[in-house]
C-alpha cells in the first residue's frame, strides 16, 4: 500500500461539492465552513506590498532561512507581545505559510515505523503529514470534560520507544480551546523522558477577543533546554491566507532540523512579501493592525451564540480562535445534521467528524463571513 493509499478520505471536498450544489439549484448558501477571513489584508500593507514588488532586489531567491530584517522583527515582535527571547538567527525560521513547515517536520523527525501523536480532534495536517513521511500517527483524545486538552497521563501511555513528536495546537482549531503553563509544563517534561519533541501550532495565537492573549508554549517552556517547536502564521493575524506566511520559533536544534528540510524542498516565500511582513511586525504596528483585524469577531461570535442558544444547542465557551464549536442536537449525528442545515437552511456547517472520530456530536462555524451573511446565518439557525 502506498502512502497516499493510506491517507484518510477527505471530507472537506466533500462538503465543497455539496455547497456548490446546492448554489447551482438558487440556493442562497451561506459558506459558514472554512477558517478563510473574508476581510482584506489592510489596506496599508498592500501599498507596501506594491511597492516592494518593483524593487529588483526581491526578484532573486529570497535567503535561506528567511529575511534577516523579518526574524529580527519576529524576534521582537515575539519578545513583546509574549515575552519570549528568541534568537533570529538560529531559533527562528520563515516559512511559506504555516501548514507548510508543519507538514515538513515529520520528515526532519521520523524515520519509517516511527510514530507521531496526534489530538483527536484536530487539524487534519498533523495525520497526514505524518503518514506521508511513513510514521504511524497516534490518535489522543481531545474532549469537553477536560476543555479540549490532553491528559498528560493517556499520553505517557501512548508514547513508546518508537514516538518522536507530538502535536498540539493552542488556541484549538476547531474547538476554540486555550492551553496555558499547567498544560505545557508537564508535557515538555514528559517529551523530554520519553526523547520526543513537543510541537505546538500556534495558527491562532493572535486570533482573540476584545484583546484577550492566549499563551505560547515558549512562554511557559525555556525552549533553550528542552526540544519544543512552535508554528506561527501571518495568515489570521493579519487577513493574509493566500500571502502564504508563516514562521517557527522554538530550539534551535529543531529549528535547524527544518530548515534542512526546506533546503531540499522549497527555496522560502517571495522576498516582497518578507519585507511587508517585517513592517507589519514592527513596533506599534502589530498591535494596532491586530486590534483592526480581529475587531469584527467579537460581535459575530455573539451573533451565533446567541442563535444557537435559541435553537437550545449548547457551545463550547471560548476568547480565543474565530471558530464556534458547539454540539449537534441529541440524537442526530454531526454529518447528517450538517447535511440537514445545508438542505433546509442554506447554511455551510463543518460536521465535528471532520477532524477525527472525537469530532462526533459537535460542529463548526467559522466566524469568517461578512456581518450581513453572519446575520443571515444567525437568523435561519434560530430556528433549527
Ligand atoms: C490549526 C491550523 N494550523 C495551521 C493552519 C495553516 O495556516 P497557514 O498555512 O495559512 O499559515 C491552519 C489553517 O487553517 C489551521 O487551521
Request: hydrophobic share 45%; charged share 25%; with cysteine.
Amino acid at each position: 500500500m502506498g502512502r497516499l493509499d493510506k491517507l484518510p478520505p477527505y471530507l472537506f471536498a466533500e462538503i465543497d461539492a455539496a455547497r456548490d450544489r446546492a448554489a447551482a439549484q438558487g440556493v442562497d448558501v451561506v459558506d459558514l465552513g472554512v477558517g478563510d477571513p473574508d476581510q482584506p489584508t489592510p489596506k496599508a500593507l498592500v501599498d507596501l506590498a506594491a511597492a516592494a514588488v518593483r524593487l529588483p532586489e526581491h526578484h532573486r531567491y529570497p535567503p535561506g532561512r528567511g529575511d534577516a530584517r523579518l526574524r529580527r522583527a519576529i524576534a521582537g515582535f515575539l519578545r513583546r507581545r509574549h515575552g519570549v527571547d528568541a534568537d533570529p538567527e538560529s531559533e527562528i525560521l520563515v516559512l511559506v505559510g504555516s501548514k507548510e513547515g508543519i507538514a515538513h517536520l515529520p520528515l526532519a523527525l521520523v524515520a519509517e515505523g516511527d510514530n507521531v501523536l496526534v489530538p483527536d480532534v484536530g487539524y487534519p495536517v498533523y495525520t497526514e503529514a505524518s503518514i506521508l513521511a511513513g510514521a504511524e500517527p497516534r490518535l489522543f483524545p481531545l474532549s469537553v470534560d477536560r476543555a479540549f486538552l490532553p491528559d498528560p497521563r493517556v499520553l505517557g501511555r501512548l508514547a513508546d520507544a518508537r514516538t518522536r513528536l507530538l502535536w498540539l495546537n493552542y488556541p484549538n482549531n476547531p474547538t476554540g480551546a486555550e492551553a496555558g503553563a499547567g498544560l505545557y509544563a508537564p508535557l515538555a517534561e514528559l517529551a523530554e523522558a520519553r526523547g520526543f519533541v513537543l510541537a505546538n501550532d500556534a495558527a491562532y495565537l493572535e486570533v482573540s477577543l476584545d484583546g484577550h492573549r492566549p499563551v505560547s508554549l515558549l512562554e511557559a517552556v525555556d525552549h533553550r533546554r528542552q526540544r519544543v517547536i512552535e508554528f506561527h502564521s501571518f495568515s489570521k493575524m493579519f487577513n493574509m491566507t493566500g500571502w502564504r506566511l508563516g514562521f517557527a520559533v522554538g530550539n534551535s536544534g529543531v529549528v535547524g532540523q527544518l530548515a534542512r528540510v526546506k533546503q531540499s524542498i522549497d527555496s522560502g516565500a517571495f522576498a516582497a512579501l518578507q519585507e511587508v511582513a517585517a513592517a507589519a511586525l514592527a513596533i506599534g504596528a502589530a498591535d494596532r493592525l491586530l486590534v483592526d483585524v480581529m475587531k469584527p469577531y467579537a460581535q459575530r461570535r455573539r451573533a451565533i451564540a446567541a442563535a444557537l442558544a435559541k435553537a437550545g444547542l449548547a457551545v463550547f465557551p471560548t476568547q480565543a480562535t474565530f471558530y464556534v464549536w458547539a454540539r449537534v442536537p441529541a440524537g442526530e449525528t454531526s454529518l447528517g445534521f450538517c447535511g440537514r442545515v445545508l438542505r433546509d437552511l442554506g447554511v455551510v456547517l463543518t460536521p465535528g467528524v471532520g477532524f477525527g472520530p472525537g469530532g462526533e456530536g459537535w460542529f463548526r462555524i467559522s466566524l469568517t463571513a461578512p456581518d450581513d451573511r453572519i446575520a443571515v446565518a444567525a437568523r435561519r439557525l434560530e430556528d433549527l
